[in-house]
C-alpha cells in the first residue's frame, strides 16, 4: 500500500473540521482546568480544615486515577443520575477536571514562592482576606505560572484523541471513521499524526518566546 | 469603657508558645496614650512576638491583650474577626525587611489600603500618599517600583505606607536592622521626626541604643521573654538596677 495524493487531498476537509473539535476540546478543557485548579490551589489553604482536606484527597484522587477511566465513568455514569451531556461537554469536563489537579500544582508553587511577609504586611494593613487574594497574593502568585500553565495547554492538545473513546468527533474518531469506510488508514492517521506533531511544535516554540519574554519583563 | 487615661496598648498575663518553646510566659506590658517606648533586649527574647501579638499576627496560649481598651485577646479567648479589625485598625507596622508589595508602584504600596480599608476616594488617597511620601523626603519615587529603591528608601516607604491609614500605635520592628549602615540615618531622622510632630504612641524594637536614648519616654529591657527592667532613658541606660540589663548594655554599647 503506497501513500495516494489524491485520497489524501480528499480526506483532508473532514479532518480539518474534526480538527476544530479537537481545538474546542483542548482549548475549553484548559481553561476549565486553570480555573478549577486555582480553586482547588486557593482551597487548599482555606483556613477551614475541612475543606482544605477535602480538596486535597480529590486532588489526590483524580491525580491518581487514568483519565481514561474518568472518561468512561462520566460518560456512562452522569447519563444515570439525569446529567445527559454531549460527548464533547463530557470529554471537555473530563480533561478539565483531570489536569485542573495537575494546574493546582502550578498554582501552588506559585503561591508558596510569595514571601509569608508579604501576606503579614498585608493582615497588618488589615486588608480582608479576600483582598489579600486578588490584589497581593495572587497577582504576584501567577504570572511565573503562566509559562507551566502552557505546556499544559500543550499536553492536554495531545489527550484529546482519548476522547475518540467516548465518541467524540474528533481527530482520531474521525480518521477512523474514514478508514474503515474506505479501507485505507494510511493518508488518515498520517495526517492526524502530522497535525498533531505540526501543532505541538508551534505551540512549543510559542511557550519558549512567552517564558522568555517573561523573563526579560521588567 | 474608655477613659484619656486608658492605655494604647495593655498585655496581661500572656502566654506564647509556638509548640514546646514558650516565648512569653505571664508578660505584662502597657504602652501609654502618646507614650514612646523603646523595646531592647538580646535576639530571641521576644521583642518581635510581642509587635507581633498586638497587630494580631499571632495566636496567644493566655492571657489578654487591649489596644486602646478593645480586647484582642481576653483570658485567652480570640476576638471575633469584626473587633479584630477594629483593634488592628489603630495600628500601623514596619517591619525590619520593609515588606513592600513588589508588583505595586510605590504610590499604590500607599492607596492600597486607603482605599480598599478605608473607602477613601482614588484621588484623595493619591493626595494623602503624595503628602506622605513628601514628610519622609520621597515625594519624586510616587511612581517608582519598590525595586529600584535603596533600603533606606524602601523603609521610608515602608513608614509612609503604615501611616496612610491614620493609625494611633505605631509598631517598629528593628526597622534599620537591614539596612547598610549608611542608610541608617535617614530612617532614623524620618522616625525622630514622628515623634517629635505627633501624639502617636510608638513602640520601637531596636538596636540603636543612642536613638532609643534620645527617642524614647522610656525604655523597657526584656529578656527570655519577660521584662527585667524598664525606666526613662537616663537611668535605664545611666544607672540599670539589674545585672542582666547591665551585661546586655556593656555588650551593646561600647563604653
Ligand atoms: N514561627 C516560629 N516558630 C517557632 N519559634 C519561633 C517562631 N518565631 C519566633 N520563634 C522563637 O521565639 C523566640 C522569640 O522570637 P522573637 O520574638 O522573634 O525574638 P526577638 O525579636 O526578640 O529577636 C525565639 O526563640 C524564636 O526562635
Ligand atoms: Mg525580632
Redesign the interface.
Known amino acids: 500500500m503506497s501513500w495516494d495524493w489524491h485520497y489524501a487531498w480528499s480526506v483532508l476537509p473532514p479532518l480539518l473540521r474534526a480538527f476544530v473539535v479537537t481545538l474546542e476540546a483542548s482549548l475549553a478543557g484548559f481553561v476549565l482546568a486553570a480555573i478549577l485548579g486555582l480553586v482547588w490551589a486557593v482551597s487548599r489553604m482555606a483556613p477551614v480544615r475541612i475543606v482544605a482536606g477535602t480538596v486535597f484527597w480529590i486532588v489526590e484522587f483524580v491525580r491518581s486515577t487514568p483519565l481514561l477511566i474518568q472518561l468512561y465513568f462520566l460518560y456512562y455514569v452522569l447519563p444515570e443520575y439525569g446529567v445527559v451531556l454531549s460527548p464533547l461537554a463530557i470529554g471537555i469536563l473530563a480533561l478539565g477536571l483531570h489536569y485542573s489537579c495537575y494546574t493546582a500544582e502550578v498554582y501552588r508553587a506559585g503561591i508558596e514562592a510569595v ?1 509569608t ?2 501576606w ?9 482576606p479576600r ?1 489579600i487574594w486578588l ?2 497574593v495572587l ?2 502568585a501567577l504570572p511565573p505560572a503562566v509559562p507551566v500553565l502552557g505546556n499544559y495547554l500543550i499536553a492536554i492538545f495531545k489527550e484529546t484523541p482519548l476522547l475518540a473513546a467516548i465518541t467524540v468527533m474528533e481527530m482520531l474518531q474521525t480518521a477512523k471513521l474514514i478508514g474503515a469506510e474506505s479501507f485505507r488508514y494510511l493518508e488518515p492517521l498520517t495526517i492526524t499524526g502530522a497535525v498533531f506533531l505540526l501543532v505541538s511544535l508551534l505551540a512549543s516554540f510559542a511557550m519558549r518566546r512567552l517564558e522568555v519574554a517573561h523573563v526579560f519583563h ?1 | 469603657m474608655s477613659s484619656i487615661a486608658e492605655p494604647a496598648l495593655e498585655f496581661r498575663n500572656v502566654t506564647k508558645r509556638y509548640g514546646e518553646t514558650t516565648v512569653l510566659e505571664d508578660f505584662d506590658f502597657q504602652l501609654g496614650a502618646g507614650e514612646k517606648v523603646a523595646l531592647i533586649g538580646p535576639s530571641g527574647s521576644g521583642k518581635s512576638t510581642v509587635l507581633r501579638i498586638a497587630m494580631a499576627l499571632e495566636d496567644i496560649q493566655g492571657g489578654t491583650v487591649r489596644v486602646h481598651g478593645i480586647p484582642l485577646w481576653l483570658d485567652g479567648v480570640a476576638a471575633d474577626r469584626a473587633q479584630t479589625r477594629r483593634a488592628r485598625a489603630r495600628l500601623g507596622m514596619v517591619f525590619q525587611h520593609f515588606h513592600l508589595f513588589p508588583h505595586l508602584s510605590v504610590l499604590e504600596n500607599l492607596t492600597l489600603a486607603p482605599r480598599l480599608v478605608n473607602k477613601k476616594k482614588a484621588d484623595e488617597a493619591a493626595e494623602q500618599a503624595i503628602a506622605l511620601l513628601r514628610r519622609v523626603g520621597l515625594e519624586d519615587k510616587a511612581q517608582a517600583w519598590p525595586e529600584q529603591l535603596s533600603g533606606g528608601q524602601k523603609q521610608r516607604v515602608a513608614i509612609a505606607r503604615a501611616l496612610a491609614l491614620q493609625p494611633d500605635i505605631m509598631l517598629f520592628d528593628e526597622v534599620t536592622s537591614a539596612l547598610d549602615p549608611e542608610m541608617v540615618g535617614e530612617v532614623l531622622e524620618v522616625l525622630r521626626e514622628l515623634g517629635e510632630t505627633t501624639s502617636m504612641s510608638m513602640l520601637l524594637v531596636t538596636h540603636e541604643m543612642a536613638f532609643a536614648r534620645q527617642f524614647a519616654d522610656r525604655v523597657v529591657f526584656m529578656d527570655g521573654g519577660k521584662v527585667v527592667e524598664a525606666g526613662p532613658p537616663e537611668e535605664l541606660f545611666g544607672n540599670p538596677r539589674e545585672e542582666r540589663t547591665r551585661q546586655f548594655l556593656s555588650r551593646v554599647q561600647p563604653m
Do not use: K
Open positions: 514571601p511577609g508579604q503579614e504586611a498585608a493582615r497588618a494593613l488589615n486588608l480582608t483582598a490584589r497581593i497577582p504576584q521588567r
